[in-house]
T-cell receptor, first 113, second 109 residues
Framework: GAGVSQSPSNKVTEKGKDVELRCDPISGHTALYWYRQRLGQGLEFLIYFQGNSAPDKSGLPSDRFSAERTGESVSTLTIQRTQQEDSAVYLC???????????FGAGSRLTVL | SQQGEEDPQALSIQEGENATMNCSYKTSINNLQWYRQNSGRGLVHLILIRSNEREKHSGRLRVTLDTSKKSSSLLITASRAADTASYFCATGGNTPLVFGKGTRLSVIA
């Protein structure tokens, strides 16, 4: 597509429930990133996919967080047993190859009650 | 851990004035980028400066890089109300981009 698409744009869930966030990168972009941004804070790196290489999961904060990517297309970030501290905007970005410039989606705002 | 740290955290200026934001980082980099974020949503790339460059211009934006001091500055000239946003620096090496906490710029008409 023309840009990076994320869904849902907003998600309100109850503590303890699982959530899935989806990212559709720009067609042809081999690299895909997930970041988390808490209110008023900077971006916190979560996970990075590059082509068919093993993902860099070094930023995932706990084993409740996981992400998958199908080939060089859609990625899903899953948060199990959500906690209130998981409330944040989850941003997805993609880039061509290892090109340094990222194109971001509009984010998915998660609120855990 | 976050690599870039922007300064100041917040900046408020009148329309027409210049705005300067600074970024400091800790380790060696291949390049440094500045991004803009409106209303806590997606970031938009503004400008990239490579480690062998000292200054770069794009429209009303001017970026400098001092690798000896591990610092960069972003200057927005003749600011407009529409420049109100958060600005982040991001450093790149062989790892995913690392972002600072951002400078929140308010331009008052």
């Amino acid at each position: 597509g023309a840009g990076v698409s994320q869904s849902p744009s907003n998600k309100v869930t109850e503590k303890g429930k699982d959530v899935e966030l989806r990212c559709d990168p720009i067609s042809g972009h081999t690299a895909l990133y997930w970041y988390r941004q808490r209110l008023g804070q900077g971006l916190e790196f979560l996970i990075y996919f590059q082509g068919n290489s093993a993902p860099d999961k070094s930023g995932l904060p706990s084993d409740r967080f996981s992400a998958e990517r199908t080939g060089e297309s859609v990625s899903t970030l899953t948060i199990q047993r959500t906690q209130q501290e998981d409330s944040a905007v989850y941003l997805c970005a993609s880039s061509k190859g290892q090109g340094p410039v990222l194109t971001f989606g509009a984010g998915s705002r998660l609120t855990v009650l | 851990s976050q690599q870039g740290e922007e300064d100041p955290q917040a900046l408020s200026i009148q329309e027409g004035e210049n705005a300067t934001m600074n970024c400091s980082y800790k380790t060696s980099i291949n390049n440094l980028q500045w991004y803009r974020q409106n209303s806590g949503r997606g970031l938009v790339h503004l400008i990239l400066i490579r480690s062998n460059e000292r200054e770069k211009h794009s429209g009303r934006l001017r970026v400098t890089l001092d690798t000896s001091k591990k610092s960069s500055s972003l200057l927005i000239t003749a600011s407009r109300a529409a420049d109100t946003a958060s600005y982040f620096c991001a450093t790149g090496g062989n790892t995913p981009l690392v972002f600072g906490k951002g400078t929140r710029l308010s331009v008052i008409a």
